[in-house]
Structures are given as structure tokens and as C-alpha cells.
């Protein structure tokens, strides 16, 4: 039984939590690491004998806390792999995190305690996109995968067309054209009027991002491939969480599709229609 916890950069409270949790498992006979930014950090305040290791090392752990905001907990997803993570917020929305701050030690407490009787957590599964083209793939996505043009703004932006499944969908100029998953809609899709899509629906969202067809955002089946074609002009962007991205040239295809791994998320539900209220 091994835990890794992962801590929101330069948030002294989530260090300082990240700490209060080591401290605890390490009562219960647990063995915990932290990512390598809160080790360093928890070193420089005199607490030592702290392992650190990159996050990307994090998927070797029987569950993985992430500690901050939704930023951090896509992070960690990042490194976690198939690895249950759970998440503590410590923003004002957090649609990814369900635990407070207040919880956590007993919540941690609870799942390690199930983990070492049945062997595995109660998970619930959060699915991810993957976009790739001629020759290049990222990191699947928990939010969305954008494709944008350089810049934004009029006499920018992409000439692109959109297929599911083959068929076209929409075609013309925009800034960029966004493809959400349901938990995801929250995000940069709602920024771009896309539709809010409850986390436990199957689907993916694309969202026109300041179209000058004007075409209304499209859910369809989470089965679906979608690509869009970058017909010409300068090059592209393909993000992919706000994170991750590769710059393609056109004429070019991105494609869009269900990851085949999930995220696997322990804790308590997520209550989605208390986060909404925090939206105002």
C-alpha cells in the first residue's frame, strides 16, 4: 500500500495539508511520496525525511491525492494513470474535487482502509479524450481538446470543417473549434457558450469558438470520431487541458475520439449542482 499526493504549486495550504496527510498515513503504517515541488518545499520549512518523485511517477501508487484546485487535479491525472485519484479542493468551484479540506484526512483515512481490505477502492470513472494526427499524439484530455488558430480575434483564427462518424457537420471560419467531454462542459466549453452537460451523461460537446456560421453546439454519442479539417491559412494549435499542445500546418486533420483508459476517481460523489451554485 502506497499513496503519492500531489500538492497545488505555490499554495502554502495545500503544502502544509499535503504534510498533515504524510504525517497521518505515516501513523497507519502507510508509505507515502509526494510530487517533487512539495518535497522541496516541505524541506525548505525543516520537515525532512520527505520522498518526492515526478508526477509522472505517481501511477505506481495504490491511490493518488490531489490537493489545490481543478488545475492541479488534471495534473495529477496526467501522472496518475489508471491509479484511483481523489481530489481536495481547495479553489472556489473545484467540479473536480469533492472532498474539503476539512475531510480529508478521514476520507483519505476511509479509502486506504478499504484499499487494504478489499484490495481496490470504489472508483467511478471519468473518461478522456485523445486527438491525434499525421505523425503526433497528446496526452488524453479530462476537459477538452481545442484546436485554434494562432491567434484569436477578427482576420485570425481557422478555416476548418467538422465530421462525425464521416459526415460533416458544420464547416466555415472561427477562432478555433473545442471538443468537450461532459466534465469537461464546465470549463473553457462554458467560457465558449457551450452546453453544460451533466458528468454522468456519455457524450462529447463541439462548441464553435466565436464562429461566424454561428452554428449551435453539438453533443453527440462518446462512441464518435470527430476530425477537423484545418483547410489552409497559418498554422494551428491543438490543446489539449490547457495544457498540452502541438502545432500542426495546414492543410491538416485532427482526430478526435474517446481514450481508451478512463480516469478512475475514489471519494465521495462530486455534488455537480453545488458546484453550478458557485458559477454565479
Known amino acids: 500500500m502506497n499513496v503519492g499526493i500531489v500538492a497545488q504549486r505555490d499554495n502554502p495550504r495545500a503544502a502544509a495539508l499535503a504534510n498533515e496527510l504524510r504525517t497521518h498515513l505515516d501513523d497507519e503504517d502507510v508509505p507515502t511520496v509526494v510530487d517533487e515541488t512539495t518535497a522541496r518545499r516541505l524541506d525548505s520549512e525543516g520537515v525532512t525525511g520527505v520522498e518526492g518523485v515526478p508526477v509522472d511517477e505517481m501511477e505506481r501508487r495504490d491511490l493518488v491525492v490531489s490537493i489545490g484546485g481543478d488545475g492541479t487535479f488534471l495534473f495529477a491525472a496526467r501522472g496518475a494513470g489508471t491509479t484511483p485519484i481523489m481530489g481536495v479542493n481547495l479553489g472556489e468551484v473545484g467540479f473536480l474535487n469533492a472532498v474539503s479540506p476539512d475531510e480529508a484526512v478521514e476520507v483519505v483515512g476511509d479509502v486506504v482502509r478499504r484499499i ?165
Not at 135 to 159: C, K, M, S, Y
Not at 190 to 199: A, K, M, Q
Not at 233 to 261: C, F, H, Y
Open 116 to 280: 487494504r481490505e478489499d484490495g481496490a477502492a470504489d472508483t467511478r470513472s471519468m473518461h478522456r479524450l485523445r486527438a491525434r494526427g499525421d505523425g503526433w499524439t497528446i496526452p488524453p484530455a479530462i476537459n477538452e481538446v481545442a484546436v485554434l488558430g494562432e491567434q484569436r480575434g477578427h482576420g485570425q483564427g481557422i478555416d476548418f470543417e467538422v465530421t462525425v462518424d464521416g459526415a460533416t457537420y458544420t464547416e466555415g471560419h472561427a477562432d478555433g473549434v473545442l471538443i468537450a467531454t461532459p466534465t469537461g462542459s464546465t470549463a473553457y466549453n462554458l467560457s465558449e457558450d457551450g452546453p453544460l452537460v451533466h458528468p454522468d451523461v456519455s457524450g462529447l460537446i463541439v462548441t464553435e469558438m466565436a464562429g461566424e456560421s454561428e452554428m449551435p453546439p453539438l453533443v453527440v454519442d462518446d462512441d464518435s470520431e470527430i476530425e477537423v479539417t484545418i483547410e489552409n491559412g497559418g498554422r494551428a494549435i491543438v490543446v489539449g487541458d490547457g495544457r498540452t499542445n502541438e502545432t500542426v500546418t495546414p492543410p491538416a486533420t485532427v482526430s478526435l475520439e474517446r481514450a481508451e483508459k478512463p480516469v478512475r476517481v475514489a471519494g465521495p460523489p462530486l455534488d455537480f449542482f453545488a458546484g453550478l451554485e458557485k458559477l454565479d
